[in-house]
């Protein structure tokens, strides 16, 4: 690889890298992607169905009120992919989610690409990434 | 200008300045710079692309140019874009009227930029693609058929194939209706869309595929697209992935609605 070459794919890089914000994944428009959260609570539902699966669940905030959530996932074939089965989670189970929550303020999120995650609590995780 | 037509403007210039340095560089070279593991791969098969394969996309689904990339639109197609609601993309929009949020068919060609893989399965007379979104099979033929002079309209069109070398498939296409977008960005085509496509397997575990939409209806000039890259999933299956309205529809009411409603005040 001659030096001119070089030079010109580090500066392609540096360049991408430089305007990487402003051309950044523009996303469910529902959701704001920018801002990935946590929310912990208790299943109340588990829905496997296409092409997306949803979790309902109860969370209680830190004046004590309970507020039901639901949460967008994928496909059942990309969750099987991911390891997922139809009973991977149940009604009770007490699960922390990583999310992106809609930009309205209602208690839902999209939960569904390799930022989302549910982590159980003895610890073991399901992914949702595509691929 | 804008800070992102600046950067863009700038990028190309570079990126120009590096693509004359390459003044031999080979196909598969080409495909190495779009993400090809450096450890050597083993070489392709000949005529034979049997495999289930991933399109290498940005993960939020996809569309068959980027929206950048788009040619002129014709007055017909520009109404027809005026009354797109596309849930990604610069007209991006909580809600909106995607017709996959109805469960019609992804169709071809937005089917081939998903976030799921398909299957190829070669049959004597036909090269099939199975794909996992809809589960829906393309049939292109490889008898030496012509394309129907005047196909009557289908979502996925009426496609016959050839071998143009030992690692090189060429596809043509017709026959399709007008009711799909060319992707998660809306753009819409006619009936009179015509698709050629190359899945030129540089290596036993890379495609990379170029095609060309020409639309005369609705475009100005052709859809180009090309270099973008399948990868071979070895252990994978093709799973179910059915729109099934019932619970598209179930989804729609309890998630999507409440999360596209205007915001509480």
Redesign the interface.
């Known amino acids: 690889m001659n030096r001119k070459l070089t030079t010109s794919i580090v500066l392609v890089a540096g360049l991408l890298l430089a305007c990487w914000p402003a051309s950044a994944h523009h996303g469910n428009a529902a959701y704001d992607e920018e801002h990935w959260i946590t929310i912990a609570g208790t299943v109340t539902e588990f829905v496997w169905s296409n092409p997306h699966c949803q979790i309902y669940m109860d969370v209680k905030g830190d004046d004590g009120k309970v507020v039901s959530w639901s949460v967008e996932s994928q496909s059942p074939g990309i969750l099987r992919r991911n390891s997922w089965t139809r009973d991977s989670i149940k009604p009770g189970d007490q699960i922390t989610v990583t999310l992106a929550a809609a930009k309205n303020g209602v208690p839902v999120g999209f939960s569904g690409n390799k930022n989302g995650k549910i982590v159980f609590a003895d610890g073991h995780v399901l992914k949702m990434d595509l691929r | 200008m804008r ?2 037509q600046r ?2 403007a ?2 190309w210039t ?2 120009l ?2 693509a004359l ?2 003044s031999t560089a080979a196909r598969a070279q080409a495909g190495q710079q779009q993400g090809v593991p450096k450890a050597a791969a083993a070489p392709a098969p000949k005529r034979d692309l049997s495999g289930v394969w ?1 399109y290498q996309g ?3 689904g996809g569309s068959t140019a980027e929206e950048k990339d788009m040619p002129p639109m014709t007055p017909w197609a520009q109404v027809r874009f005026d009354q797109e609601k596309p ?4 007209r ?5 009227n995607d017709p996959i949020l109805q469960c019609d068919p992804a169709g071809f060609p937005r089917v081939m930029f998903v ?3 398909f299957e190829f399965v070669q049959t004597p007379t036909r090269v099939l693609q199975f794909f ?1 979104r809809e589960h829906e099979w393309r049939p292109i033929w490889t008898d030496g058929r012509p394309l129907p002079k005047d196909p009557d309209p289908t979502w996925y069109g009426y496609a016959i194939g050839r071998w143009e070398d030992d690692n090189t498939f060429v596809v043509e296409s017709a026959g399709f209706n007008d009711k799909t977008w060319l992707g998660v960005t809306g753009y819409p085509h006619s009936d009179q869309m015509r698709v050629t496509e190359r899945y030129h397997r540089v290596d036993h575990d890379t495609i990379v595929y170029d095609i060309t939409v020409t639309d005369p209806v609705a475009y100005t000039k052709p859809i180009v697209t090309r270099n973008k890259i399948m990868k071979l ?1 070895p252990n ?1 299956e093709i ?6 309205w019932s ?2 529809n ?2 729609l009411k ?3 609605e ?7 005040k």
């Open positions: 800070r992102r950067c863009s700038m990028v570079v990126a300045a590096a340095a390459f991933q940005t993960g939020g849930g990604y993309g610069t991006g929009a909580p809600g909106g976030p799921t893989p996992e999933k994978e799973e179910e992935l059915p729109c099934v619970e598209e179930s989804f309890r998630i999507r409440p999360a596209a409603a205007k915001p509480v």
